[in-house]
């Protein structure tokens, strides 16, 4: 790091992580965006290189969680509105019935 530049800190004045329910996904891919390029630059302290990338990880998982409820949402979604979209005798992999 040039001088005068500092890890970066969490936003929070306690010092505490932000739970995966209070950090938007955007938010939480920007700081671990941010923790991978300063573990990257490969000048922290051993001891201050490791609890940054435990907060990484605490942040991957942020992402991951918030990804994976976002794709449930849009499967359900799909699996609603595919539903009503359905023309009669059509097949919900969208062929049609063949006429006997």
């Given at each position: 790091?040039?001088?005068?530049?500092?890890?970066?800190?969490?936003?929070?004045?306690?010092?505490?992580?932000?739970?995966?329910?209070?950090?938007?996904?955007?938010?939480?891919?920007?700081?671990?965006?941010?923790?991978?390029?300063?573990?990257e630059?490969?000048?922290?302290?051993?001891?201050?290189?490791?609890?940054?990338?435990?907060?990484?990880?605490?942040l991957?998982?942020?992402?991951?969680?918030?990804?994976?409820?976002?794709e449930?949402?849009?499967?359900q979604?799909?699996?609603?509105?595919?539903?009503?979209m359905?023309?009669?005798g059509?097949?919900?992999?969208?062929?049609?019935?063949?006429?006997?």
């Open positions: 790091m040039a001088p005068g530049d500092r890890p970066m800190q969490s936003a929070r004045s306690d010092g505490a992580e932000p739970s995966s329910g209070d950090l938007p996904f955007e938010d939480a891919l920007a700081r671990l965006d941010e923790t991978v390029r300063v573990l630059a490969g000048e922290l302290p051993l001891s201050d290189a490791t609890r940054l990338y435990e907060k990484g990880m605490r991957a998982r942020i992402c991951s969680e918030k990804l994976a409820a976002a449930l949402k849009i499967a979604i799909q699996t609603a509105y595919g539903e009503q359905r023309l009669p059509e097949r919900p992999n969208g062929s049609e019935d063949a006429p006997c």
